[in-house]
């Protein structure tokens, strides 16, 4: 029992780092780590758990979408306007040096995600 606990402990902790860079570099998405981050704490140490809820990077990334399933829609342009530039700097790269198969992948992920938040995440009103 204890090497579980001390496993998502570990694993918390990583989740919580690669999410603090996520805020930095878009890159690296913020919300799946800031999640599972949520989930290793709620397995390993419930005082850990409840600090993370209570940190207002949870309350800015997650808060609204665990609580009312939706994203404002600051926090949704938040996330796309970085991907989209990040996505979009390396689909024109790719296609300036040639590589064709690997630029249309990017661009079907990169449709995608656009097409996941504008109409899969429902929109909230900031209060």
Not at 67 to 76: E, F, I, L, P, Q
């Amino acid at each position: 029992m204890k090497v579980k606990r001390l496993i998502f402990l570990i694993l918390g902790f990583l989740c919580l780092g690669l999410g603090c860079v996520g805020v930095a570099l878009p890159i690296l998405p913020t919300v799946p780590f800031f999640l599972a981050t949520v989930f290793c704490f709620a397995n390993s140490s419930r005082r850990l758990h409840d600090w993370f809820v209570d940190t207002r990077l949870y309350k800015k990334h997650l808060e609204s979408f665990v609580k009312k399933k939706g994203m404002t829609v600051r926090t949704k342009l938040g996330i796309i306007i970085p991907v989209t530039l990040v996505m979009g700097t390396g689909f024109f790269m790719m296609l300036r040096a040639g590589v064709l198969v690997p630029g249309i992948i990017l661009a079907i992920v990169w449709v995608c995600h656009i097409v996941y938040f504008v109409f899969g995440v429902k929109t909230i009103r900031a209060v």
